[in-house]
């Protein structure tokens, strides 16, 4: 705060749908001048950029873009992310991803059966997992990945769309793009 006077700097609250959204999507933590900056998840960073693309694409946004003060929304979405807080070099900890895990196991409780989670890389794809008592070794992380869970939830992972998987083309847009397409047809679109 003392940085940056003007920014957010509190846990950051998710963002989107708040009535039972059909889609769920987990991100890591706060980035510095995104989220932690703006207060609203993948905001202000250029993860945000591919992410609202894809959402208006697919349906779920009537903008595709995010910035402060403008009037985004979401459609049966809501962005949350495992870890609240801004954490130092933008790698949380386990400490931090512990003490944030009740707050995403109410979010995903919430959720109506037949619901979609979206986890944005494997730190948020653990979480999901911690968050709902399961074992990691049962539901491998894969880019495109697809796991029915017990409480009949459904959850997808893809790559984070961060600059660095990005700019080095782990995560191409259509990478990106193939797993929305397949949440898609989960809700019959």
């Given at each position: 705060?003392?940085?940056?006077?003007?920014?957010?700097?509190?846990?950051?609250?998710?963002?989107?749908?708040?009535?039972?959204?059909?889609?769920?999507?987990?991100?890591?933590?706060?980035?510095?001048?995104?989220?932690?900056?703006?207060?609203?998840?993948?905001?202000?960073?250029?993860?945000?950029?591919?992410?609202?693309?894809?959402?208006?694409?697919?349906g779920f946004?009537?903008?595709?873009?995010?910035?402060?003060?403008?009037?985004?929304?979401?459609?049966?979405?809501?962005?949350?992310?495992?870890?609240?807080?801004?954490?130092?070099?933008?790698?949380?900890?386990?400490?931090?991803?512990?003490?944030?895990?009740?707050?995403?196991?109410?979010?995903?409780?919430?959720?109506?059966?037949?619901?979609?989670?979206?986890?944005?890389?494997?730190?948020?794809?653990?979480?999901?997992?911690?968050?709902?008592?399961?074992?990691?070794?049962?539901?491998?992380?894969?880019?495109?990945?697809?796991?029915?869970?017990?409480?009949?939830?459904?959850?997808?992972?893809?790559?984070?769309?961060?600059?660095?998987?990005t700019q080095?083309?782990?995560?191409?847009?259509?990478?990106?793009?193939?797993?929305?397409?397949?949440?898609?047809?989960?809700?019959?679109?």
């Amino acid at each position: 705060k003392e940085k940056y006077p003007s920014y957010f700097c509190k846990p950051v609250p998710s963002f989107g749908s708040t009535d039972k959204p059909f889609l769920l999507i987990v991100g890591l933590a706060p980035g510095m001048h995104g989220a932690n900056n703006t207060g609203r998840p993948f905001t202000g960073d250029h993860a945000g950029i591919l992410l609202y693309k894809t959402l208006y694409k697919y349906g779920f946004s009537n903008n595709p873009n995010s910035f402060q003060n403008d009037n985004l929304k979401l459609n049966r979405c809501r962005i949350t992310n495992a870890v609240k807080c801004l954490p130092p070099e933008n790698k949380p900890t386990t400490t931090e991803i512990n003490n944030c895990n009740n707050f995403l196991k109410e979010e995903i409780n919430d959720l109506k059966k037949g619901s979609v989670v979206l986890a944005l890389g494997m730190i948020a794809h653990n979480a999901i997992l911690k968050s709902q008592g399961l074992i990691k070794s049962n539901y491998k992380f894969t880019h495109g990945g697809r796991h029915l869970l017990p409480n009949e939830l459904i959850l997808y992972d893809s790559y984070h769309c961060s600059r660095y998987n990005t700019q080095t083309k782990r995560l191409t847009e259509a990478m990106f793009f193939d797993v929305f397409l397949m949440i898609n047809k989960e809700r019959g679109l």
